[in-house]
Every structure is written in structure tokens, then in C-alpha cells.
């Protein structure tokens, strides 16, 4: 909580449920984080939170873009962003798209697959191109999984298949996962890329550049959760460690880091309840669930923290829910979370640190639910 | 696939992903249903598809409506259909928009809660209300878990306190779960409800209607998925085990069943990628994923078939991902799909089924995807 954003909820009487972003916070995240990383190029994760107020401060700060997709692309440009500061980072992409992207002048892409590599070839000829390779991930909140990344072997003979195709094999890309806890996934990550670096230079090709992705992790709820100046070093020593003094341009891809303490989420309860006699649990149902805005809820991997106006009160344990008939529009029921034996019913609670990950994940309209609102003061 | 689908996939040439809905179907689907439950009152659950075309169809037909939020209640004015015929059927409301549904005109309300109850006295006197009780849902693949309905005991005496708060304690409900493949569910549930009518019958109120809720389970990948027949025949025969010639009003909220096989999702693969030399599974990527329509893919609980024009020619096995850089956006990992050999980067794959709970489940724009786009024929 900022008092900005204090003072716009108890100025205001919006319906909620409501975003308020306080732009200052953001633009706080990411000045920090530049001056942590001060060699790399900072890609703004543009997925993380897309809105128009969020990519013009950071353009104005100097920041690049990650996009995922040409309408993000298309967005970016629209703050006045240069292509040349946009990298179309998703693996996944189709050919028109990709066409488009470089009509546009974007020519940095991400790939980590032959079938990408041969559309990148036609569509966006001569433009840089970076190979992303798999990492574990253990020990993030939100695991990539196995879905994106090529084994190193693949990696150096896709890089090696991108010069031969009229590309420029640029660099290698990782990510360790969003809300990665473990700082060692960086030292394994980036010790991994550099194997990529060294088999490419014995086979004539100098890459260069290193994209170490995002996941540094967010405070939520509970502890255990390193801050940006511990994973900044130990990123550095990494880095350091790996490649020595040769180091590679360094690219990286901050999202959640940027924009997630800039939000409080402003819900209000629409119901308490009990489910029988003989169990005490309360059942606090709130006007925002798991599909409209709160997805990262799901398997209760990101815990939001929660403040009322009984904050430091007495607590009792709670169940949390969305509004919705849904089953699983459940937020929390294994996770201890506890709330003042005061609320009831009307009164309003706060999610904090909901700037990232929320607005964009807001369905249509399941249940005829609107789609979240969101204020950037 | 119907005829009608086919015809109007090969003749357009529209931008995929988009789900097709044959109105016929839903119109069969719709009289089958009432055919096999003829004394019970059909409320169509808005929320599996609330398309203004299926609206105005089921009206046409005669259906009453289960709506889970003011929204859903004014889209199905919006029909024409008269308040008398609209069920509030969340047990999660705000104040206002009850009062609101009551100034519509809505006189019948779902509850399960003390507050809930006290709400609906306030804003909507003298209306229907109907109380939830819990059932255990064993057996269904998109359970309602712990999230609505009381215990029996306490239902006996919301009802109670109804009366005595100048509602219409009208009746009593229970969902056996989404897509719930058990019929002795239903059993189970309606010998619940018996015992409540018995109770309150004891206390000198006479409840008038037994809803006995959604779950008739589509026939999706797999087998073991009982028939429309069968299950009516169930639930009939448990009305009569458990209420014998004193049956109460019935009425049901199908949602599924009246809309998923009417829909067909035509996508593309976006990409075909293998992620290292030592591990032949192919990842097929669609542009359509579990932002984007599939919430319903979440832990893999339905799984769609899957048509593509190579079908009948040999197959190996596939994990399934939508087109996000989000690690959850896998369709299907641990469920043994196969697909074609054949199956290649910009071909079209079609899935099945996909009229419930698709189109309003997509989100606003993550990734900077559009919402699904839907066509009623």
C-alpha cells in the first residue's frame, strides 16, 4: 500500500472489484532493477501488465519490450517505442505474424525449434535470432515447465542451422522459471548457456548475446523469498563465473519485479459463511476469483497478501473464494490464510501486490462477470 | 461434426481459433432432454454459453433459466423470457444486485448461508427461495467441491428461519458435480433432499420443489460416460425410491449437455517441435489454449476429442500446449493423445465438444490474444 493509492481508495467510491497501480512504484521497480543489472538491456515483459499508462512510462525510462504476440508488438510501437528496442520473444509464433513483426522493422526473434527456425528464415530474413535452451526450474512459484527451451545439443545445431539459413544466430535464452526462489537456477541456467557459447565459437560462431529471461522473485505472502539486490548478485557472479571477462551483451526480461507491489486489487466481501454446525471455518467469498483476474491462484502457487481495515485485530482461519458458480473458482483453502474475526460481509479487502499477472488473465465474462477494471495513478 | 459445421469450416476462410455452435444441436439437445425429464422444469445454466443466439433459441423452446449473476439475468430479458421463468441460482450475491434481480422482477433465489438469507429477506420479500445442501460429488471431473452448499441439518433450519423472515421456503437444491459420470450421485443426493422435505414437513412446512441441479455427463475423449437415458432413468428412479407417488416440483439446470456437442473449436497448429534429440515426443502447439477458451483443460479434467484431416492414418503420441509464454498453457501432457504423423506446422486440428464453457472462460487479452471468437449457425 502507497499512500497514493490509500488515498485513491478512501477518495473514491468505485464499484469493485478494481486495480489501482501506483506508476510511481512501477517506475521506482524499474529504475532498481537497472541499476542492479547495469549491463543488461531490460525487455519489458510485456504480458505482465500491458496497460498503455505502464508502457509509456517505461519507454519514457528507456526500457525495451518482450513482447509475446504481434498485438503486443503493435501496442509497444504505439507508445513510440523504435522496433529495434522490441524483441518478439515467443517460440510460438505463426508465420503471418511473424511476416507482420518484420514489416513492422522488428528484427530480434526468439525460437527453439527447427519448424521456427525455417519460418523465421522466410518471414524475417537476416534478423537476429535467439535460441532458447531448457533449465530445470525447481524451486519457482510459477514453473515454465516443459513447454518452452531446447536441449543444449539442439540449441547448437539450431544456432549453427540459423547462419546457414540467412539468419544471425544473435544468442542464447533462458528462463528459470517465474517466482524462482532458488538463486542457484541462475548459476545452473546460465553455466548451461555458456557451454551453448563455447561448442558455437568451436564451430565459428560468436554469439552475442545472453537473454537470462525474468523470475526474479516478488515478496507474496510468507518468507523464504531472496530480494532483487540478492538476485541481482547473484546473477553478476554468475555471469562472472561462466564467462570471465568475455561477457556477452546481456538481455533480460523483467515482468512481474516491475509491476506487481505497484497494485492493490479492491474486492469486496460479498459473503461469509458457514458450511455446517460442526465445522467452524469460515467461508469468505470475495467479488473477484480465479476468472476475473486472480489465475496465478491457481493450485494456490501465488499467495497474494491480504489487508483489511481490522488489520492487527483477532484473525481465525478462512477459505477464500470468487464470486463465481464454479467449483474451482476457489483461491485459497490450503494455505492457512487467516482474516479478522471482525470482517463480514459488505466490507472491502485489499489483495496487494496484484499489479502483475491480473488484468490481461480476467476472462470475458464467465458467469457474466466483467472483466477487471484497472486505475494507473 | 455435423454436416452443417462441416459445410460452413470448408467454406469460410475465417482466422482461426473460433468455435462453431450448431443450433440444431442445441435444439435436439434441448427437446431430448426435456422428452427424457418430462415433469421437471428445464432452467438452462447461462453460464455453460450465454451466446444471445442460444438464448433466444432455448426461450423459443420454452425454457425457464438458471443465471449465476445480474448480468446473466438481463440477458435473458433480453430474450423476451419473463422474470417468473429466471432462477438466481448463485448462492453468492451482493445486496444490490438482488435488489436489482427483485425490481426485474426475479422471485426465486438460491441460498445457502444465514447472511445470504438475511440479504434475500431484505431485498427480495416474499420470494421463492431454495436452499443448497452439500453432496459429496464423488465421480464427476469438474467436482464443486467444497464450495457451495450446507449441511442438512442447517438446511432444515435456514428453511425454518425463511419462513419466519417472510420468504417462500420453496424448495431445496444440490449439484452432484460437473460432468459426473456416477449415477448412484444422484441417489445419494436426492435421498439427502428427502430427508430435509421429511424433516421440515415435521416442523409444519410443506417445500414444494425439488431442483435437482446440473451434472448429465457429455461424452468427451473416453469411455465409461453414461448416456442421457441412462442417467434420466436414474434420477427418476431415485425421485420415486426416495419420494414415492409425492413427488415434488422438479426442476434442473443443465448447461453441458444442452451446448458442448453442438460446438466445434477449429485451430491451427502454430508449431511442431521436438525438445531434444533423445525424446521423439512431438509438442503440437495450437493457437488457441487454456487462456484463450480450455480453462476447462485445467488438471486435464475434460478432454476434448480431437479431428484433424489426417484421421484413420497412424498416429503417435503428442503433448498438446496453447500458443502463450505461460508454462501452465498445456492442454493435455498425461493424457495419452495422439495425433497424426502426418499433422504439420499451419494445418487446421479441430476440437470437439467445445460448446460449454468455452467462449466465456477466454481471457480479455493475455499474451495480447483476442478473446474466442464464436459463430452460431
Redesign the interface.
Known amino acids: 500500500m502507497t499512500s497514493k493509492i490509500d488515498r485513491f481508495l478512501s477518495e473514491q467510491t468505485l464499484k469493485t472489484p478494481y486495480l489501482v497501480v501506483d506508476k510511481d512504484i512501477v517506475r521506482r521497480n524499474y529504475r532498481a532493477f537497472r541499476d542492479r543489472l547495469p549491463l543488461a538491456e531490460i525487455f519489458y515483459?510485456?504480458?505482465a501488465n500491458?496497460a498503455p499508462e505502464i508502457l509509456n512510462l517505461l519507454h519514457e525510462e528507456g526500457a525495451s519490450f518482450d513482447?509475446?504476440?504481434?498485438?503486443?508488438i503493435e501496442?509497444c510501437l504505439a507508445t513510440g517505442a523504435t522496433p529495434d528496442r522490441i524483441a518478439y520473444?515467443?517460440?510460438?509464433?505463426?508465420?503471418a505474424d511473424i511476416a507482420q513483426a518484420y514489416a513492422h522493422g522488428v528484427r530480434l526473434y526468439a525460437f527453439?525449434?527447427?519448424?521456427?527456425l525455417a519460418?523465421l528464415a522466410a518471414e524475417a530474413p537476416k534478423s537476429k535470432v535467439f535460441c532458447r535452451i531448457?533449465v530445470e526450474?525447481a524451486g519457482a512459484d510459477?514453473?515454465?515447465?516443459?513447454?518452452?527451451?531446447?536441449?543444449l545439443?539442439?540449441a547448437v545445431d539450431l544456432m549453427a542451422t540459423a547462419q546457414d539459413c540467412g539468419l544471425n544466430p544473435h544468442g542464447i535464452s533462458f528462463h528459470v522459471?517465474?517466482q524462482q526462489r532458488n538463486l542457484e537456477q541462475w548459476d545452473l541456467a546460465i553455466g548451461r548457456a555458456a557451454l551453448v557459447f563455447s561448442d558455437l565459437r568451436g564451430r565459428g560462431i560468436e554469439l552475442k548475446m545472453l537473454n537470462i529471461g525474468g523470475g526474479v522473485p516478488v515478496k507474496y505472502r510468507g518468507n523464504g523469498v531472496p530480494d532483487v539486490a540478492q538476485a541481482t548478485d547473484s546473477i553478476m557472479s554468475a555471469l562472472t563465473r561462466h564467462f570471465g571477462n568475455d561477457l556477452p551483451a546481456i538481455a533480460t526480461e523483467p515482468g512481474r519485479i516491475i509491476c506487481a507491489d505497484a497494485g492493490v486489487l479492491e474486492t469486496?466481501v460479498?459473503?461469509?459463511?458457514?458450511?455446517?454446525?460442526?465445522d467452524a471455518t469460515r467461508?469468505v467469498?470475495l467479488?473477484v476469483g480465479k476468472?476475473s483476474g486472480l489465475?496465478e491462484t491457481?493450485d494456490e502457487a501465488i499467495r497474494y497478501p491480504i489487508s483489511t481495515d481490522y488489520d492487527g485485530s483477532p484473525e481465525g482461519p478462512v477459505?477464500l473464494?470468487g464470486?463465481?458458480?464454479?467449483?474451482?473458482?476457489?483461491l485459497y483453502?490450503n494455505s492457512d490464510y487467516k482474516l479478522p474475526l471482525e470482517l463480514k460481509?459488505?466490507d472491502r479487502v485489499r489483495l496487494l501486490n496484484t499489479g502483475a499477472y491480473t488484468?490481461?488473465?480476467?476472462?470475458?465474462?464467465?458467469?457474466?462477470?466483467?472483466?477487471l477494471k484497472s486505475y494507473y495513478i
Open positions: 515483459a510485456v504480458k500491458p513482447a509475446a504476440s504481434l498485438p503486443e501496442m520473444g515467443n517460440v510460438i509464433k505463426k508465420s527453439d525449434s527447427q519448424v521456427e519460418k531448457s526450474g510459477w514453473p515454465l515447465s516443459r513447454k518452452f527451451g531446447c536441449d545439443d539442439m522459471g517465474s469486496e460479498v459473503l461469509i459463511s458457514q458450511k455446517s454446525y460442526d467461508w467469498y467479488d476468472f489465475a491457481m477459505v473464494a464470486p463465481t458458480c464454479d467449483g474451482a473458482d476457489i483453502e460481509t459488505g488484468t490481461t488473465y480476467a476472462s470475458v465474462g464467465f458467469n457474466g462477470i466483467a472483466p
